[in-house]
């Protein structure tokens, strides 16, 4: 009786194990799934608080703006980008004229920017000159055939000159550029410009350019670099489980691949990823070493994530959303410049993922 009555005490128990065993395993898989979101920022009245993101749908604007080829027009983006950098907007009075009003510095704004002029802010933060613009700089009597052209070029706008030919039409060349690009009136094609007046435009012209660069990296503005599949080199590194982006971004199927590379410092944005990898992604059966990563393509809209690594679809029309009651979505606006300052974002990218 007694080996029965202990036979069915130690049932008891190994059921209870088993049952409280079970509990814990589905607490912990309960608490894996919990969705990762962190509090959010948001701004109330004028006033900061911190926010629960809650279930329910998100949108959040990636501002795209478009930068363009030229020198001058370069030169007017540098511009309006400083302009909306410093959070000042300018407005016309009604007499006409132009006064500037400070907004709100609690604005969110994450920007989709061209890889070439990310490339060529770096290069502008080591010299204080765009490549183009360094041929202002040089001796004009150290010209050669190749730059006096291309000054030329630069230069089509200032008409004739009684020096044709000789260096102090170069010097004048380099001058009224110089003088374009610094919105100084009162250039004479005649006049017998200096070297050393040239030093001071060019003096000028770096301190513009050093404003915008460290306006640029001291901003709260987040922004991400968009670059092509193509463009990107992944394809020559890619073979049946692989795949790499500017040697720091691992797509595989393989735990071991995982632990390759250490992460890019700067956000990534890529176009015409193939079409079978996007899918393969969607289905989260590719681990990506990437946190996160925007993929633009035509088949999904929304999120995925596998472990620690996010990837963002935008512009598909399938939704695809890791955590269903969560409808979270990055949609590209592409905007002007100066448009910036009418308008925000509720949201960073790096508030969800």
């Given at each position: 009786?007694?080996?029965?009555?202990?036979?069915?005490?130690?049932s008891?128990?190994?059921?209870?194990?088993?049952?409280?065993?079970?509990?814990?395993k589905?607490?912990?898989?309960?608490?894996?799934?919990?969705?990762?979101?962190?509090?959010?920022?948001?701004?109330?009245?004028?006033?900061?608080?911190?926010?629960?993101?809650?279930?329910?749908?998100?949108?959040?604007?990636?501002?795209?703006?478009?930068?363009?080829?030229?020198?001058?027009?370069?030169?007017?983006?540098?511009?309006?980008?400083?302009?909306?950098?410093?959070?000042?907007?300018?407005?016309?009075?009604?007499?006409?004229?132009?006064?500037?009003?400070?907004?709100?510095?609690?604005?969110?704004?994450?920007?989709?920017?061209?890889?070439?002029?990310?490339?060529?802010?770096?290069?502008?933060?080591?010299?204080?000159?765009?490549d183009?613009?360094?041929?202002?700089?040089?001796?004009?009597?150290?010209?050669?055939?190749?730059?006096?052209?291309?000054?030329?070029?630069?230069?089509?706008?200032m008409?004739?000159?009684?020096?044709?030919?000789?260096?102090?039409?170069f010097?004048?060349?380099?001058?009224?550029?110089?003088?374009?690009?610094?919105?100084?009136?009162?250039?004479?094609?005649?006049?017998?410009?200096?070297?050393?007046?040239?030093?001071?435009?060019?003096?000028?012209?770096?301190?513009?350019?050093?404003?915008?660069?460290?306006?640029?990296?001291?901003?709260?503005?987040?922004?991400?670099?968009?670059?092509?599949?193509?463009?990107?080199?992944?394809?020559?590194?890619?073979?049946?489980?692989?795949?790499?982006?500017?040697?720091?971004?691992?797509?595989?199927?393989?735990?071991?691949?995982q632990?390759?590379?250490?992460?890019?410092?700067?956000?990534?944005?890529?176009?015409g990823?193939?079409?079978?990898?996007?899918?393969?992604?969607?289905?989260?059966?590719?681990?990506?070493?990437?946190?996160?990563?925007?993929?633009?393509?035509?088949?999904?809209?929304?999120?995925?994530?596998?472990?620690?690594?996010?990837?963002?679809?935008?512009?598909?029309?399938?939704?695809?959303?890791?955590?269903?009651?969560?409808?979270?979505?990055?949609?590209?606006?592409?905007?002007?410049?100066?448009?910036?300052?009418?308008?925000?974002?509720?949201?960073?990218?790096?508030?969800?993922?």
């Amino acid at each position: 009786m007694k080996k029965g009555i202990i036979l069915i005490l130690l049932s008891c128990s190994l059921t209870s194990f088993s049952m409280f065993d079970k509990i814990k395993k589905e607490i912990k898989w309960a608490s894996e799934e919990e969705p990762k979101f962190k509090k959010v920022k948001v701004n109330i009245d004028g006033e900061e608080k911190m926010r629960k993101v809650i279930p329910g749908r998100y949108e959040i604007k990636l501002f795209e703006i478009t930068y363009p080829s030229d020198l001058f027009g370069k030169n007017k983006f540098y511009n309006e980008f400083n302009i909306f950098l410093k959070g000042i907007e300018p407005i016309k009075t009604k007499n006409g004229e132009t006064k500037v009003v400070n907004i709100r510095a609690t604005r969110k704004y994450s920007l989709l920017l061209e890889k070439r002029f990310y490339e060529e802010m770096q290069q502008i933060k080591e010299y204080l000159l765009s490549d183009e613009e360094k041929i202002l700089e040089l001796p004009a009597s150290s010209l050669e055939d190749y730059y006096r052209q291309q000054l030329t070029s630069m230069s089509s706008g200032m008409g004739a000159t009684e020096y044709a030919g000789t260096d102090q039409e170069f010097l004048n060349r380099q001058i009224y550029v110089l003088y374009q690009l610094l919105d100084k009136p009162k250039f004479n094609p005649n006049n017998v410009y200096s070297e050393l007046d040239k030093e001071f435009l060019i003096e000028e012209l770096k301190k513009n350019r050093k404003e915008v660069v460290e306006n640029f990296e001291n901003s709260k503005v987040e922004y991400f670099i968009k670059e092509s599949y193509e463009n990107s080199g992944i394809g020559k590194l890619q073979d049946d489980s692989i795949y790499k982006f500017d040697k720091d971004v691992v797509i595989s199927d393989k735990l071991e691949d995982q632990a390759i590379l250490p992460e890019l410092e700067k956000n990534v944005y890529l176009t015409g990823f193939p079409e079978n990898v996007i899918k393969e992604l969607a289905k989260n059966k590719l681990k990506l070493k990437r946190t996160p990563l925007l993929l633009e393509n035509s088949d999904y809209h929304g999120y995925m994530f596998n472990e620690d690594n996010t990837v963002v679809f935008i512009g598909g029309k399938e939704p695809k959303y890791y955590y269903k009651d969560y409808k979270i979505n990055v949609v590209k606006k592409p905007i002007e410049v100066l448009d910036l300052l009418k308008t925000d974002s509720n949201y960073y990218v790096s508030d969800f993922f």
